[in-house]
């Protein structure tokens, strides 16, 4: 079963509006990560946020963890065009650093 | 440096036939991971290596077996292929033991089964 769930499933915004989309979880984690892919692509790793953090941000990328709730939250801002993608969050427990993705939310950013 | 390689690209096999998914990387990374992604499932495990060695179940391993060749390569082998393992296959490795648990990703093999 899926650990990771993200939504909405699918977002359609213009270019320079902001994105967010949430991914809730439901065993206790050590890291989430958010990856993007690009149609017909792998993933590319985009930011991590540990479970002792509460927001971080790399560029135009914002990302909130709340465990209390068991949700995290990426904010894209000022979206481009080169941002459709699908976005999935993961997470883990450590270990051996076993990743458990989520369903995903594909982006569209209309020029 | 390639990163993560995967062969092939494509493939088309017949229901009963067998396979083998190759994947490397240069990264000298010590944990890799092989999953499958269907349509609206994102990705699952099937199965990975936590280092050379050593292999292990992820959520999906029925109808697959791996073998850690080498700390570089990490095959996934279908015995007997069924319409069921149609989907796209995806290599991961990561630096066990760093501070960061980024995965890289190959760009996936696309498989049908008929």
């Known amino acids: 079963s899926q650990q990771g769930e993200e939504d909405p499933q699918a977002l359609s915004i213009q270019e320079g509006e902001n994105a967010t989309m949430n991914c809730s979880y439901k065993?206790?984690?050590?890291?989430l990560q958010w990856y993007r892919q690009n149609s017909g692509r792998g993933l590319v790793h985009l930011i991590l946020?540990?479970?002792?953090?509460r927001e971080k941000h790399s560029g135009r990328l914002r990302v909130t963890l709340d465990t209390s709730k068991k949700s995290s939250s990426l904010l894209i801002t000022a979206s481009r065009a080169a941002d459709t993608a699908s976005y999935f969050c993961?997470?883990?427990?450590?270990?051996?650093?076993?990743?458990?993705f989520g369903t995903g939310t594909k982006l569209q950013v209309i020029p | 440096n390639a990163g993560v390689t995967q062969t092939p690209k494509f493939q088309v096999l017949k229901t009963g036939q067998s396979m083998t998914l190759q994947c490397a990387q240069d990264?000298?990374?010590?944990?890799m991971y092989w999953y499958r992604q269907d349509p609206g499932m994102g990705l699952r495990l099937i199965y990975y290596?936590?280092?050379?060695?050593?292999?292990d179940k992820g959520e999906v391993p029925n109808g697959y077996n791996v073998s850690r060749l080498n700390k570089r390569e990490f095959s996934l082998r279908l015995e007997s292929a069924a319409p069921s393992q149609t989907s796209v296959y995806f290599c991961?490795?990561?630096?066990?033991?760093?501070?960061?648990?980024?995965?890289?990703f190959g760009p996936g093999t696309r498989l049908t089964v008929l």
């Open positions: 993961a997470t883990d427990a450590g270990g051996y650093q076993k990743v458990t």
């Open positions: 065993t206790s984690i050590n890291n």
């Open positions: 946020i540990r479970s002792n953090e």
């Open positions: 990264m000298n990374h010590n944990s």
């Open positions: 290596s936590a280092s050379e060695g050593t292999t």
């Open positions: 991961a490795s990561i630096l066990s033991g760093g501070t960061y648990n980024e995965q890289f």
